[in-house]
C-alpha cells in the first residue's frame, strides 16, 4: 500500500478506516478494528483503485468520501456506494444540528460556493 491519510476522529464507530494512495494518484479505502484485527478493504471491490479519494469521513453507519467525480457515501458495514453530488468537490463536513444530520461540501466548479444537504 501507499502512504496512508487519516481523517479525525470517527463518531460512533467500531473501526478506524482511511484511503490509501499510491504513486499513480489513486486509493482504495480501508478499515481495521479498533479492538484489533484483520485491516479490511471496504471500497472498491477486488483490484480496483479510485481516483485520488480524500477527505473521508464516518458518521451515522456510513463512510462518507469525496474525489474528483464527487462525494459519495457507503455503508460502513459494506455495500452499494450511492452518489450524493456530482462535481469537484474539494472538501465536505458532517454535522449535526437542529435534530438533522447535515453534510455540507465546496464545489470548484461552482465558484467554490459552500453547499449543504441533510442527510436523514
Known amino acids: 500500500m501507499g502512504r496512508a491519510r487519516r481523517s479525525p476522529a470517527s ?3 467500531t473501526a478506524s478506516y482511511w484511503t490509501d494512495w499510491d ?3 489513486t486509493s482504495a479505502i480501508w478499515r481495521a478494528p479498533l ?3 484483520a485491516i479490511e478493504r471496504v471500497y472498491p471491490p477486488g483490484e480496483e483503485r479510485l481516483p485520488g479519494t480524500w477527505p473521508i469521513e464516518v458518521d451515522g453507519g456510513y463512510v462518507y468520501f469525496a474525489n474528483g467525480g464527487g462525494l459519495y457515501r457507503l455503508p460502513s458495514a459494506g455495500g452499494m456506494v450511492q452518489r450524493i453530488q456530482d462535481g469537484a468537490i474539494r472538501g465536505f463536513a458532517l454535522t449535526r444540528w437542529g435534530g438533522h444530520a447535515w453534510i455540507y461540501w465546496t464545489d470548484l466548479e461552482l465558484g467554490g460556493l459552500v453547499w449543504r444537504q ?3
Do not use: I, Q, S, V
Open 11 to 13: 463518531r460512533a464507530t
Open 35 to 37: 479492538a484489533g484485527g
Open 118 to 120: 441533510r442527510l436523514d
Open 23 to 25: 504513486e499513480a494518484g
